[in-house]
């Protein structure tokens, strides 16, 4: 019986020792990649970036007429256009009193 449980401790701390030595292989790989992408990976010029490619979120006179600040007009907004799939607008944002 002793011998068994020596056996299987020596099992356990080989197997334990193998799967941190994999694991920490894997952790420096991605690591050397992500280094190596963002040292010799394309860069995007903002230049390239224009203004006009972009459709603006937030509407100026919504903003306007409703007393919300832009964070959350911003999440009402992207959240109709999500469950719309696109095919809804928001038009007008009306704070309703409590009954």
Same mark, same amino acid.
């Given at each position: 019986?002793?011998? !068994? ?19 920490? +292989? ?11 992408? !963002?040292?010799?990976?394309?860069? $995007? $010029?903002? !230049?390239?970036?224009? #203004? ?9 006179? +919504?903003? $306007? ?6 964070? #959350?007009?911003?999440? +009402? +907004? $992207? ?9 809804? #607008? ?8 409590? #009954?």
């Amino acid at each position: 019986m002793n011998t !068994n449980i020596q056996t299987a401790l020596l099992v356990f701390l080989v197997g334990m020792t193998v799967v941190f030595i994999v694991l920490c +292989i894997v952790v420096l790989t991605g690591k050397t990649l992500i280094y190596l992408v !963002n040292k010799f990976g394309p860069v $995007s $010029s903002k !230049n390239s970036i224009k #203004k006009g490619d972009f459709i603006p979120l937030l509407n100026d006179n +919504i903003s $306007s007429k409703s007393g919300l600040n832009k964070k #959350k007009l911003a999440a +009402i +907004i $992207s959240t109709v256009e999500i469950v719309t799939q696109g095919r809804g #607008k928001v038009l007008n944002i009306e704070k309703v009193a409590p #009954k």
